[in-house]
C-alpha cells in the first residue's frame, strides 16, 4: 500500500498585513522578512520528498501575500495528489484571493478546495480585533466574489472561520447567526490557542465556548 500523509501544515509565510490581537504567532510575523522565506523550489524540492498527502492546510502570516502561491499549491495539489485542499485567509487582498482561486480551481480538478475567510466579529468590531481598518469590509466582498465563482465548480467549498477569544466571547452568536442566515455559509469557530499579541485576549470563560 502506498504511503499517505494524513495530515500537513504549510506556512509559505509570516508575513501577514492585519494586526490581530488573538493571533499566536505575532512575534514571527513582527520580525518577518520576505529575503528569509523558503524560495518556490525549496518548495518543490520538500513536495518531491513527501508521499501523497490527504490534507494540505495552508495558514501563515496571510498567505495571499505571497505572489508566487498558486506555483507552490500546483506544485503540492499535483505530485503529491492532495484530496483536500485548505486555504486560511484574511479576505483583505480580493484580487489576490479570487486570482488563486481561479487558478487552483482549473488547474487542480482532483483536489478540493476549502477557502475560509475570517471574521471574527462584525462591522467595525472586526476591523478593532483584527487591527486592520476596513478589514470587514474587504473580507465580505472576498467572500462575495467567492461564492459567485463557486457557481462554476463543486470543488470549491466555501467557509467563514472565527477566533474566540475574549473580544468576541458575547457576540459570537450574532455573527453565527449573520454568516448562517445572511452569508448561507459553514462557520467554524476555533479556540485561542498560543501566547496572542493581546495577552488578554485569553480572558474567556470555557463554559460559554
Not at 518577518?32 to 508521499?51: H, V
Not at 480551481?105 to 487591527?131: F, P, Q, W
Request: one cysteine or more; charged letters at 25%; hydrophobic letters at 35%.
Amino acid at each position: 500500500m502506498t504511503k499517505r500523509l494524513s495530515l500537513v501544515l504549510l506556512h509559505p509565510t509570516d508575513r501577514c498585513n492585519a494586526a490581530c490581537l488573538h493571533c499566536y504567532n505575532w512575534e514571527d510575523i513582527e520580525k518577518s522578512n520576505q529575503k528569509d522565506e523558503l524560495s518556490l523550489e525549496e518548495f518543490r524540492f520538500i513536495s518531491n520528498n513527501l508521499p501523497k498527502i490527504d490534507m494540505l492546510n495552508i495558514t501563515g502570516g496571510e498567505p495571499a501575500l505571497r505572489s508566487d502561491l498558486n506555483s507552490i499549491l500546483r506544485q503540492f495539489c499535483i505530485h503529491n495528489e492532495v484530496k483536500a485542499l485548505v486555504v486560511n485567509t484574511n479576505g483583505i487582498n480580493t484580487k489576490e484571493i479570487i486570482h488563486l482561486t481561479q487558478d487552483m480551481l482549473t488547474r487542480c480538478r482532483r483536489t478540493i478546495i476549502y477557502l475560509l475567510v475570517s471574521l471574527d466579529d462584525l462591522g467595525e468590531a472586526h476591523d478593532k480585533i483584527r487591527g486592520q481598518q476596513g478589514c470587514f469590509k474587504r473580507a465580505l466582498e472576498t467572500i462575495m466574489a467567492l461564492k459567485e465563482m463557486n457557481k462554476g465548480y463543486s470543488n470549491l467549498k466555501l467557509g467563514v472561520t472565527s477566533t474566540y477569544s475574549k473580544y468576541n466571547e458575547a457576540t459570537i452568536p450574532s455573527t453565527h447567526k449573520f454568516i448562517k442566515s445572511k452569508l448561507g455559509l459553514y462557520h467554524y469557530v476555533n479556540l485561542i490557542i498560543g501566547n496572542p499579541r493581546a495577552q488578554e485576549a485569553r480572558e474567556i470563560d470555557l463554559r460559554n465556548f
